[in-house]
């Protein structure tokens, strides 16, 4: 009881009359509310993203892919919206991954020699995925570890690919860059982020096709500099020759489902709680088997945006467990979110562990590379 009354009826009616309206006027506020939310669950699903291009097996199907809610109200430093997801922001749809762009630019003998004839003890094939623009980027890797790489008879040979850009002029200086060096891959896809997973098959198919006989494929961006006498003496001990993946493992990744996150990707895309084991963009290696039957396998998906990620799924439909580079790890012993690279004894040390460094300035592609070479932050 909400109240007791003793002997007073006429309180008691009264008590009973308020204890009725405050029930009735609960009621009005729940019903409104009611209301109220189904309307706001409505107007969310209405801004909810479609479903976007799904291939079944006798038939594409075309679905929306929008957010009407989201508003693109800032950039970051590739021009994309901050708070809108890049998928929403350039309407991107799925496609097919058969890989059948004319190739621009090539050196179809990089892994061969004067007559002809494949290199037979070539360590690895790394393609570095670069941008059109960045070539102080290319320029700094060809000053650096691909010299030593020559200059100490290391059995590897790299190769750049990029993919088409509008600009006028960068197009000419690529032609110019690549009749200088020969070790340029141009394919007739746009050079954009959306097409990494893109350029990633053309660096597949190129490796597989016209340097089959190398033990080793590396991936690798145009920000990463490798410690390549440490990691090709690796390769070379402890690495088994076949049936191979390895690099920065990530295991257990979630996909993001906000809309307004950089990475959304819609359960329409990609449904499962979790995404696969998968190598990090940064740089992973394969062994030429395993190369080649991800590129083969890639033909009969369509292209999933997150290259990395794509990688991971190819390797569980293909039973290849992705395997953890120990050395891969450790950047951040030696570098410190907004402070940079921190140069001491310590972090020397751990950098001398390290068979590779990424995402890094060009200033700090040369410092590092220097600290590696002359064992000293002098």
Request: glycine share 6%.
């Amino acid at each position: 009881m909400l109240y007791e009354v003793k002997g007073q009826s006429g309180t008691m009616a009264r008590v009973m009359k308020i204890t009725k309206l405050i029930c009735c006027v609960t009621l009005l506020f729940g019903i409104i509310g009611t209301l109220w939310l189904g309307l706001g669950v409505k107007t969310l699903n209405d801004r909810r993203p479609g479903a976007i291009l799904r291939l079944t097996s006798d038939k594409r199907e075309h679905l929306s892919l929008s957010h009407k809610g989201a508003e693109a109200n800032s950039k970051d430093e590739k021009g994309h919206s901050k708070n809108i997801g890049i998928l929403i922001q350039h309407s991107w749809t799925p496609f097919s991954a058969k890989h059948d762009y004319k190739y621009l630019l090539n050196n179809r003998l990089k892994c061969a020699d004067k007559g002809g004839k494949l290199y037979e003890k070539l360590s690895v094939i790394a393609i570095v995925t670069s941008d059109p623009r960045n070539v102080d980027r290319r320029n700094v890797i060809r000053m650096t570890w691909i010299r030593h790489a020559i200059e100490n008879k290391i059995a590897i040979k790299v190769m750049f690919i990029v993919g088409v850009t509008s600009d006028g002029s960068i197009r000419n200086k690529i032609k110019h860059e690549a009749f200088l060096y020969k070790d340029i891959i141009q394919e007739a896809f746009q050079d954009t982020y959306l097409n990494l997973t893109v350029k990633t098959i053309g660096a597949l198919k190129w490796a597989t096709q016209l340097c089959p006989r190398a033990k080793f494929f590396m991936k690798l961006d145009d920000d990463v500099v490798v410690n390549i006498g440490n990691l090709t003496g690796f390769l070379d001990v402890f690495v088994p020759s076949v049936n191979y993946l390895g690099g920065i493992v990530q295991v257990g990744s979630i996909p993001f489902r906000n809309p307004q996150d950089k990475w959304y990707t819609p359960e329409e895309l990609y449904p499962e709680a979790t995404y696969p084991p998968y190598p990090e963009g940064k740089i992973y290696i394969m062994s030429m088997d395993v190369a080649k039957r991800i590129y083969h396998h890639t033909k009969t998906l369509q292209i999933f945006p997150w290259e990395d990620v794509f990688i991971g799924i190819c390797a569980k439909q293909l039973s290849i467990v992705p395997q953890n580079i120990v050395n891969f790890h450790g950047v951040w012993t030696v570098r410190s979110e907004g402070i940079g690279i921190i140069k001491t004894d310590e972090t020397l040390a751990n950098l001398n562990f390290l068979y590779v460094f990424y995402d890094l300035t060009i200033g700090e592609m040369i410092e590092i590379w220097q600290a590696w070479m002359s064992n000293s932050w002098d």
